[in-house]
C-alpha cells in the first residue's frame, strides 16, 4: 500500500508493473528531472532466479525512460549468499 498525498503531481505507471511480481511504479517530475519510484515485494513463493530476472526487467525499462530513480521492498532477496547467484 502507498499514501501519496493529493496535492502532489504523481502519476502511477502501470506500464511499469510486472506479472510476475508485486511492484509499483509512480513517476513525478522534481527540479526539471523526471523521476520513477518504485516499490517491489518478491512473495516467498516466487524463486530467486525469477525475482531476479523480473526485477532486472523492470529495472531495464526504468533506466530508459527515467532521469531517476528510487527503488525499496521487502526483496526478501539474500544477495551476499553466493550459492543463489
Not at 46 to 53: G, Q
Request: glycine share 4%; hydrophobic share 40%.
Amino acid at each position: 500500500m502507498v499514501f501519496v498525498r493529493g496535492d502532489l503531481p504523481i502519476k502511477r505507471r502501470a506500464d511499469l508493473k510486472h506479472q510476475g511480481l508485486e511492484n509499483l511504479g509512480f513517476e513525478f517530475n522534481l527540479v526539471k528531472r523526471k523521476w520513477c519510484i518504485s516499490f517491489i515485494y518478491k512473495p516467498p513463493s516466487l524463486s530467486d532466479k525469477d525475482f531476479e530476472k523480473n526485477t532486472t526487467n523492470i529495472l531495464d525499462r526504468i533506466i530508459l525512460k527515467f532521469d531517476h530513480m528510487f527503488v525499496s521492498g521487502d526483496l526478501n532477496f539474500d544477495m551476499l549468499n553466493k550459492e543463489k547467484m
